[in-house]
């Protein structure tokens, strides 16, 4: 059983005492939605000390912070475990609404971990959460379309590149560019790949230095703009998440896609040879993209009243076994090289495309670690949405915007 890993990793470690009824503990872990792996690994952690048990959050990370926050500033003792979107990790560490993970798992989990991991995971140099998964995005592609548009795509193709084939060839560029933390990964992708960042000094709170308003800025403005107002713009832009931009580009107008990992396994079958993929686009030719950073950790609540057994469900759940089950399940990539090396993976997916999902990963450009996110994130929703309403002045516009929600001065 995987259980049998959290043992060896937690041998020190004290267990809690049992309810006063004498039953076994139920640890209850909040999980982000999924087809059902994160309940199977509950499953196979299980042991005869404690279960697991599942409770679903909403689809939305947004939606997800605010129940667990709302919860969790409540002293909620009925969550155990959660599942946490890298975005808002430092705001409940800073909190203090985390249990501090113990030294021999946190040097564990750093040993084990890719470094992109490790840093999204950490709060105050240490890690506050333990990572589970690593996903990243790529450019998925349909080969049939991007031989007639005469791309060469065994090169590195830019954002200007996929926009102009897919206007050719009358097909559709899908992208996520609702109102949500999914268009702020592409905001900040775009904008990291130009040389950039949203925000720095990140560790002077609200006095962060925002930096969106430079060239790399208006080089991600331009891109958006540019798909925006061009054919390629799928109908539902303006409303597309994960899934909307994963339909248009399984449908017949389908030419190109920047979406998460899973996209091979819930497509490689209807698609066949037809589905290609490579490296994120470039949103400056010759310039290294920096492709978005996704994932969950798993993070033990202060309030649990059984930290210690959940800190061994812990390191059986983030088990290279358990990362590469996983992935095996949902097509969300491990966050540890182990993980993908574990065999009915590595069979699962061409050796290249586990290449590329390792190497987006580490080359990743995360979003801004700052326990001021969701003001950040929310001021970028009100000032780059709708798609169309993007233009060079946007990065000025938002900048003095986040300033102003930071500091008080406007709410969001």
């Given at each position: ?75 909620d003792s009925s969550i155990d475990l959660m599942s946490l979107d890298p975005a808002y990790t430092a705001e409940l560490a800073n909190a203090g609404y985390l249990a501090t993970l113990p030294d021999a798992l946190q040097a564990s989990l750093k040993q084990q971990s890719f470094k992109g991991a490790v840093d999204a995971s950490s709060w105050d140099g240490k890690l506050a959460v333990a ?282």
């Amino acid at each position: 059983m995987l259980a049998s890993v959290a043992a060896a990793a937690l041998a020190s470690t004290t267990l809690a005492a049992c309810g006063s009824s004498g039953g076994t503990p139920q640890l209850v872990w909040y999980i982000n939605p999924d087809n059902g792996g994160q309940a199977a690994l509950a499953k196979d952690c299980s042991t005869s000390q404690y279960t697991i048990t599942t409770q679903l959050l909403p689809q939305d990370a947004t939606q997800q912070r605010v129940q667990l926050a709302r919860r969790l500033n409540a002293h909620d003792s009925s969550i155990d475990l959660m599942s946490l979107d890298p975005a808002y990790t430092a705001e409940l560490a800073n909190a203090g609404y985390l249990a501090t993970l113990p030294d021999a798992l946190q040097a564990s989990l750093k040993q084990q971990s890719f470094k992109g991991a490790v840093d999204a995971s950490s709060w105050d140099g240490k890690l506050a959460v333990a990572p589970f998964w690593s996903n990243t995005q790529v450019l998925w592609y349909r080969t049939s379309v991007a031989r007639k548009a005469g791309l060469d795509m065994t090169k590195p193709v830019t954002w200007d590149q996929i926009i102009d084939a897919a206007t050719k060839t009358g097909t559709k560029v899908a992208v996520q560019a609702n109102k949500y933390e999914g268009y702020v990964v592409l905001i900040n992708a775009l904008i990291m790949g130009a040389g950039g960042d949203i925000a720095s000094n990140l560790t002077d709170g609200i006095d962060a230095k925002v930096d969106i308003d430079s060239a790399a800025g208006k080089a991600a403005a331009q891109v958006i703009q540019k798909l925006a107002h061009s054919s390629a713009a799928p109908p539902d832009l303006s409303i597309a998440q994960e899934g909307q931009s994963e339909a248009t580009f399984a449908s017949s107008i389908g030419g190109f896609l920047t979406n998460w990992t899973y996209i091979y396994s819930a497509h490689s079958k209807t698609l066949g040879s037809d589905l290609g993929y490579a490296r994120y686009p470039e949103t400056v030719a010759g310039q290294e993209s920096r492709p978005p950073y996704g994932g969950i950790g798993i993070g033990v609540s202060k309030y649990s009243q059984h930290t210690d057994l959940a800190m061994q469900a812990v390191a059986c759940l983030t088990s290279p076994t358990s990362q590469g089950t996983y992935a095996l399940a949902e097509g969300n990539m491990p966050a540890s090289a182990a993980g993908y090396a574990y065999p009915a993976l590595q069979k699962a997916y061409p050796a290249d495309l586990l290449k590329l999902f390792e190497t987006s990963v580490d080359q990743a450009g995360p979003r801004p670690t700052t326990p001021y996110w969701s003001d950040i994130s929310g001021a970028i929703q009100s000032t780059w949405h709708p798609p169309v309403s993007v233009s060079p002045s946007t990065p000025g516009a938002s900048s003095t915007f986040i300033t102003q929600v930071l500091h008080g001065r406007k709410l969001l």
